[in-house]
T-cell receptor, first 114, second 115 residues
């Protein structure tokens, strides 16, 4: 069964550094998402992406965040200058865009900012 | 705005006991989806069920069952004869069925099944 994949599974970075989290959505899916889960808290929506542009974003998704679909398969989340509070699990999701479809979540990337 | 409330922060049960996880939601959408996810200690989100708002039939899958009550905006999850492997955090979630369908999660219920 097709899966959403994410790399790396764990990323450690120094405060102030830029990080790029990578996701490969399921082929032929049209809608892409990033969610964040700070340790011990709920999963929170960051951004949705459709037709090569951001369709919706939360207040968490400020200017230090950006998303990109650089080619036909990858979907990336960039954090420009990481802060300690960016330490979290980041989940990518995708969905096909058909009637009664649903989102498929990747396994997550755990980001640790030191 | 959408909201999902899971009032139970942590539950402990002894193995083989039944346990019900509560979920109450708020939405202005007339059609929407409700979900349950399991998050084991390894951290991934394991999809358990999606329910459409127009389908109020209860569902059973093995030891798992779900009770959807639109009149009370609740979507409760029952595990029958709990097992140690059921120990995890369980999230109830909600999305609209139209538009971009961002998913709104509850705060989760941590279930510990004691052998």
């Amino acid at each position: 069964e097709p899966e959403v994949t994410q790399t790396p599974s764990h990323q450690v970075t120094q405060m102030g550094q830029e990080v790029i989290l990578r996701c490969v959505p399921i082929s032929n899916h049209l809608y892409f998402y990033w969610y964040r889960q700070i340790l011990g808290q709920k999963v929170e929506f960051l951004v949705s992406f459709y037709n090569n542009e951001i369709s919706e974003k939360s207040e968490i998704f400020d200017d230090q965040f950006s998303v990109e679909r650089p080619d036909g398969s990858n979907f990336t989340l960039k954090i420009r200058s990481t802060k300690l509070e960016d330490s979290a699990m980041y989940f990518c999701a995708s969905r096909p865009g058909t009637v009664l479809d649903t989102q498929y979540f990747g396994p997550g990337t755990r980001l640790t900012v030191l | 705005a959408q909201k999902v409330t899971q009032a139970q922060t942590e539950i402990s049960v002894v193995e083989k006991e039944d346990v019900t996880l509560d979920c109450v939601y708020e939405t202005r959408d007339t059609t929407y989806y409700l979900f349950w996810y399991k998050q084991p200690p390894s951290g991934e989100l394991v999809f358990l069920i999606r329910r459409n708002s127009f389908d109020e039939q209860n569902e059973i899958s093995g030891r798992y069952s779900w009770n959807f009550q639109k009149s009370t905006s609740s979507f409760n999850f029952t595990i029958t004869a709990s097992q140690v492997v059921d120990s995890a955090v369980y999230f109830c979630a909600l999305s609209s069925s139209g538009g971009y369908q961002k998913v709104t999660f509850g705060t989760g219920t941590k279930l510990q099944v004691i052998p």
